[in-house]
T-cell receptor, first 111, second 114 residues
Framework: GESVGLHLPTLSVQEGDNSIINCAYSNSASDYFIWYKQESGKGPQFIIDIRSNMDKRQGQRVTVLLNKTVKHLSLQIAATQPGDSAVYFCAEESNDYKLSFGAGTTVTVRA | DAGVTQSPTHLIKTRGQQVTLRCSPKSGHDTVSWYQQALGQGPQFIFQYYEEEERQRGNFPDRFSGHQFPNYSSELNVNALLLGDSALYLC?????????????FGPGTRLTVL
């Protein structure tokens, strides 16, 4: 699989490999984090979330890791498929109810 | 169970005009948030409505206003349109008395200002 140490705007992945998308958040008071997937011409689609009292959460083929010490969030996608091609956003929410989004990472899956 | 719906899908306006966008939340949700997404960027929070009141507002001018109806649906109004208002406008709904609940997004309204 491919690993992205710093946030990069694009990620190219071979079909079947694992993907890792990184995100740095800014507000240490944020206590809820969400990963969204956005396909062209569509609204963001919920993938997985995690609260600040957790370090890791797993879903179907996806895992989110939270490191509060360095304010870092990552999304791991197992066995990446062509349908995973999209823009991925991390979002943080603090007590003021609004979601603040990261810059987004465009994932392209190579056949 | 219908998700979040928005209308219209696309809209073309000219500078100085006014526009109204509409949103129906996901069934069971009582909170509606609006976001603006410029091309190639992440969504930016405009405001959130809960119990028919604006509960929180992002860094947007007063030209942007909204409303929430008793059935929880919502409208976003933008007055005196500028070219820079061209964007995808997203509505998200959620439930719960506190904001830290998953927000589900609609497909958006693509606004083009000429």
């Amino acid at each position: 699989g491919e690993s992205v140490g710093l946030h990069l705007p694009t990620l190219s992945v071979q079909e079947g490999d694992n993907s890792i998308i990184n995100c740095a958040y800014s507000n240490s008071a944020s206590d809820y984090f969400i990963w969204y997937k956005q396909e062209s011409g569509k609204g963001p689609q919920f993938i997985i979330d995690i609260r600040s009292n957790m370090d890791k959460r797993q879903g179907q083929r996806v895992t989110v890791l939270l490191n509060k010490t360095v304010k870092h969030l990552s999304l791991q996608i197992a066995a990446t498929q062509p349908g995973d091609s999209a823009v991925y956003f991390c979002a943080e929410e603090s007590n003021d109810y609004k979601l603040s989004f990261g810059a987004g990472t465009t994932v392209t899956v190579r056949a | 169970d219908a998700g979040v719906t928005q209308s219209p899908t696309h809209l073309i306006k000219t500078r100085g005009q006014q526009v109204t966008l509409r949103c129906s939340p996901k069934s069971g949700h009582d909170t509606v948030s609006w976001y603006q997404q410029a091309l190639g960027q992440g969504p930016q929070f405009i405001f959130q409505y809960y119990e028919e009141e604006e509960r929180q507002r992002g860094n947007f001018p007063d030209r942007f206003s909204g409303h929430q109806f008793p059935n929880y649906s919502s409208e976003l109004n933008v007055n005196a349109l500028l070219l820079g208002d061209s964007a995808l406008y997203l509505c998200a709904s959620s439930s719960g008395t506190r904001g830290a609940d998953t927000q589900y997004f609609g497909p958006g309204t693509r606004l083009t200002v000429l």
